[in-house]
């Protein structure tokens, strides 16, 4: 509910304050606002915040940008095991995207990320064993 009042004195808070009693074991929720402009730019807020699509298309954007922070930050993490540098797991990322592609990059792919041979050579040989436990 949307209350306008140009003052919001003692008499316009015992009226809200009556309200809420009346409506207490409702989900009433009271905005007093000041005058017309605000009323509407209330009333729009709730419209877009409440609107299906436009929090459907917020979460999805809150989530896409969530998982590519993460995603990101777990490659430079898995990287960095590699014994890289930061810079070297930044350029390798950027270079390859994803740590698939680094894993199945060709030496020419993995120079093309301004890497040098024998950085390059140390990820080939690392992706190509076996075993990968520590020892």
Same mark, same amino acid.
């Given at each position: 509910?949307?209350? $306008? ?8 808070? +015992? %009226?809200? &304050? ?8 409702? !989900? ?25 699509? $436009? ?8 989530? +896409? %940008?969530? &998982? ?8 430079? !993490? ?25 894993? $199945? ?31």
């Amino acid at each position: 509910m949307v209350l $306008t009042s140009a003052l919001h004195g003692p008499h316009e808070m +015992a %009226i809200i &304050s009556a309200i809420q009693t009346r409506f207490i074991d409702h !989900n009433l929720r009271i905005l007093p606002v000041h005058n017309d402009s605000e009323c509407l730019q209330t009333i729009l807020t709730i419209a877009q915040a409440t609107c299906t699509p $436009t929090c459907n298309i917020l979460r999805s954007r809150l989530d +896409a %940008i969530l &998982s590519r922070q993460n995603s990101a930050q777990m490659i430079l !993490n898995i990287l960095s095991q590699l014994g890289l540098n930061h810079h070297q797991c930044m350029v390798l990322q950027q270079g390859c995207g994803n740590l698939s592609s680094v894993a $199945t990059a060709s030496r020419q792919q993995l120079m093309d990320c301004s890497l040098d041979p024998e950085t390059v050579n140390e990820i080939i040989a690392y992706f190509e064993k076996d075993d990968y436990s520590e020892g």
